[in-house]
């Protein structure tokens, strides 16, 4: 391969960044530009190809300059360096929207310090040249940050652990960078940085340590105060860092299973903040997060310790979420939006166990009705350009759902969710459904024995008197199949390359992650097995999760039905799943018979070959499936119109 100059490597690069960038707006079509049903379909259908080609480009890129710079023994050289660390700032930077690619980032950085550590040490220039290391340390804080928040979102308890080893060593490292001689050596931004990144980097103890945190925030507001630092910055600057302290200190009450005198720093700290807003020493920061974001932290720090003020605050919080801007998308927006709206629904739950029936129905009212208007904002937001943060702020959501006498059931909240954030996943579950309903109502007709064994069901008897009961377990367990991307959508949507192998790790999780989310609510439970094991083979000899048994669960032909569909949905559809032409029906069935006996079941493959169900399914895979895409754009439209209105 002809060696590329640094220019060349750089606009590589940057051309890399924009397709993604692309990719982002191209995967979630705005409504104000789609004009019906059909059209919906239509743009997707050309959006996805067009994501294809910028895709193909991604992949060539990676495959001729990038991976063989990741992947390559040698040092590198400090020009390549240089742009490799580039790159990674276009791939961390939130300024237009979103974390591009974090996963890529995550490895870029792993070769910017392992080439380091190869350096003999006269060549190591980093202390010679304290400006590069400053912004090394301070990019792999960014770094750890992000690989913890996809650890946790994927319940990798090993990799938040070891990002968190990682990201603390680094901050450590980034502290050395406070002794008074080495500070006064950096250029004005850089002792910025410094300031910065020893306030942002003590949150890296959040999880393993907040203890230990807020001793280090603490430390560093002291620091902050020795007028040799406090040169450095700005009176609004230092404010900013001030109230900054506090509010880390404060957004500690987010987090479960903390001790009571944590919650109470917390408390403690948010009423700090609430001063210093109330002096106007917040820089520029009350303006950025918003003013609900104060109220937001106050509430639920008072909601962890049942403080008095709890329902007063509560009321003055409800007040700020129903004067919201409905379709203000900018992060204060997103956290009256969001945020402010989930601890709202939090604290009533904190409220409906203190007090019981003394709740006010206009309470429980607006709890009914704040999962809607979660989803209605996800929904009409420019999902693609901001699909990372919008995966937090729904893991937190589902983390904290409850099911509540009249109001939403998590059945129905899982699909709008899947609907308002990842379209393509919504009709893709919906598919499946319709499929593996084909096939049960095929497979009950002709071999009704197969489902011997059904909850209910221990002669072919039961299952003829049940063949109602059986059809609509099947149809909904399908429906619900994929729910365990609900964690992961950020993954799922990143169309602009193929899947690193981390992230092929967290996508083999979905099942499993799906089944516990299942497990936890009542209208859904039943569907946890299928949900469990729709990506094992029928044989049991490969698939995932590993330590889950099909064939010793009593929805095991469910299970292999719904495997099929699968597989069917994301083999043949155009749209959404697949860059090239996708198969044909009878492609599809020529695998599945090759593959019977091991990754398909038997009796489904033959199944498939029936004339009957064969035209049930090329009507579903074409006609069915753009009914789907047409009932989806109704449904999104119907969401716009009603936010306008109210």
Known sequence: MQKLNREEIKKEFQSYAERLREVRKLSAPSMEEVKNADDYSRVLLYNFRKIGELAGENAEMLDRILMPMLQGSEPLDEETAEELDALNGLLLDATHTDVMDGCLAEMIDERLSSTKEELPEEEDNTDTDPEKKVRRLDRAIDMAYEHINRSYRSDDEEEVLRAVRKGSADYREMLTFLDKKRFSGLSPEAKKTVLVAARFGACLYELTDPAEMIRCLNEVREI??????????????????????????????????????????????????????????????????????????????????????????????????????????????????????????????????????????????????????????????????????????????????????????????????????????????????????????????????????????????????????????????????????????????????????????????????????????????EYADVIRGHHLWYDGSAGYPTDFKTADSPYKTVIDIVQVADCMDAATDRVGRSYSRGKTVDEFINEVSEGAGTRYAPYVAGILKDPATHDDIMYLLDEGRSRIYRDTYRLLAELLQKGRKE
């Open 224 to 525: 902050l105060k020795d007028p040799f630092y406090r040169e450095a910055l700005s009176d609004k600057e230092f404010d900013e860092h001030n109230f900054l302290i506090c509010e880390y200190i404060a957004e500690m009450a987010y987090t479960d299973d903390r001790p009571e005198e944590i919650y109470r720093a917390a408390f403690d700290a948010g009423c700090e903040c609430e001063r210093l807003v109330e002096q106007g020493n917040t820089g520029n920061m009350e303006k950025h997060l918003g003013e609900e974001h104060i109220r937001t932290l106050m509430l639920i720090a008072a909601g962890r310790i049942l403080d008095p003020s709890l329902e007063r605050r509560l009321s003055e919080l409800i007040e700020l979420y129903e004067k919201r801007d409905k379709e203000d998308y900018s992060r204060p927006g997103t956290n009256v939006n969001l945020s402010s709206a989930l601890v709202i629904f939090s604290m009533i739950n904190v409220l409906r166990e203190k007090k019981g029936a003394e709740v006010p129905e206009k309470l429980l009212a607006l709890q009914r009705r704040i999962p809607y208007e979660m989803m209605r904002y996800y929904s009409l937001a420019r999902s693609g350009e901001m699909v990372t943060a919008f995966s937090a702020h729904l893991n937190n959501f589902l983390d904290d759902f409850r099911e509540i006498p009249g109001g939403i059931r998590f059945s129905e909240l899982s699909m709008r969710a899947l609907m308002a954030i990842h379209p393509p996943t919504y009709v893709h579950s919906n598919m499946v459904a319709k499929l593996s309903l084909c096939l049960a109502r095929h497979l009950l007709a002709v071999q009704p024995e197969r489902f011997v064994g059904f909850p209910g069901c221990s002669s072919v008897e039961d299952v003829k008197a049940s063949r109602d009961r059986i059809q609509d377990y099947v149809y909904h367990a399908a429906l619900y199949h994929d729910i365990g991307k609900l964690t992961i959508i950020d993954t799922i949507a990143m169309y602009g390359r193929r899947l690193l192998d981390a992230e092929f790790l967290m996508l083999k999780k979905h099942p499993d992650n799906g089944a516990r989310m299942a497990e936890r609510f009542e209208s859904i439970r």
